[in-house]
């Protein structure tokens, strides 16, 4: 069992940047991939990034791209995800997730946090 806290949203103008942490508690927070996903109201929750175990090969949706930086760290039982040129568009609750699979499928994760409100304004 991993049980996971997401910190760091909030309000932010477009064009700033925001760091949203996922502290992970339970055993071997290495053996799991890591990955952020968001959900805005009435859509659907969606892919952002995923990290490997080993935190290489970090993947991105096509619209996170470069502005985006997801980064783990294994000692400190944490997964980050940087988040700069904040579009209003990028409103929406962030989750963390864990799983065996680093994979942009939202079925396939094990566990989620509860989210943390993320708000662009204009």
């Known amino acids: 069992q991993v049980q996971l806290v997401e910190s760091g949203g909030g309000l932010v103008q477009a064009g700033g940047s925001l760091r949203l942490s996922c502290a992970a508690s339970?055993?071997?927070?290495?053996?799991?991939?890591m990955g952020w996903f968001r959900q805005a109201p009435g859509k659907e929750r969606e892919f952002v990034a995923r990290?490997?175990?080993?935190?290489?090969?970090?993947y991105y949706a096509d619209s996170m791209k470069g502005r985006f930086t997801i980064s783990r760290d294994n000692a400190k039982n944490t997964v980050y995800l940087q988040m700069n040129a904040l579009k209003p568009e990028d409103t929406a609750v962030y989750y963390c997730?864990?799983?065996?699979?680093?994979?942009?499928?939202?079925?396939?994760?094990?566990?989620w946090g509860q989210g943390t409100q993320v708000t662009v304004s204009s």
């Open positions: 997730a864990a799983g065996p699979y680093s994979t942009t499928l939202v079925a396939l994760w094990s566990y």
């Open positions: 339970g055993r071997a927070f290495s053996s799991y991939a």
């Open positions: 990290l490997r175990r080993s935190g290489g090969d970090p």
